[in-house]
């Protein structure tokens, strides 16, 4: 079998969510006008890299979804989501922090590491360049929130850039975080991945992949106010038995677990 990033932090969280997802082929729908952006906008960056036209890429990406029905928050819109990413594109631009040499091989990088007994961890990085000219692994996010200034080093804490770090071997890791928001910024954020942080990593995608081996997938709710993870789950209309929820979030498609990686394009 092969795992992702996404398929390893989906079982930590609830292992029952996890078997719904991967192996029952229940999936979230694609109905989050943000996600679908933030793909549109990876596009862009891409050509961007290479040398194309990246405000012309986004408007065409972003054009194949402008009848679809999305839900848009807190007054978002099609227009708006486009200008939004076109001034986020243009700060990229003057920012001028970023390279990515040899784009067509630096971009989208796909990197597979073998598990025992004949399983693959297949990891999909948006970039390996230079932050401020230090080469790093790159992970672009869209997000309409910020990230925390503080504390100090707590980003070499995050999950998936420690899974890059173990998947490429790459210790220096940097976050470009595209904030759409009133008036719209790019955060640059480094990290430093230590050795050990790898081999925990590395321990702990083992002991997930032998634990799935063996059936095991209990429901992990998360019921605790206010930290309830159920809220925020895809599959609480199946855990609720709740048809008009079920019929809202999911559609169900054969074959889901060989579609997994396409999740890391998406991050
Ligand atoms: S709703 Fe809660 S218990 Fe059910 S799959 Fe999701 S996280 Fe697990």
Redesign the pocket.
Known sequence: MVFSFTQISNYL??P??YR?RYLDGWQEKDTRAGMVFGRCFEQALFALFCKEDPEARLFEAWRAYKEASFVYKNGESWDRLLHQGIHILQRFVQDNRVRVRRPKQNLQVKVVRSLPNGHQFIAYLDAIGTLDGTPCILDWKTTTSRYPDGPHDVLSLDFQLISYSWARGIADVAIVAFVRKQRSEIQYLKASISDEQRQEFGRLVESVVSQIEAGHFS????IRFPQN??LG?A??G??LNDQQLIETNLVRKAGASDLDWLDELID
């Open positions: 969280r609830c029952r969510s719904l429901a992990h709710s998360g993870s159920c789950c599959h609480l199946l855990c």
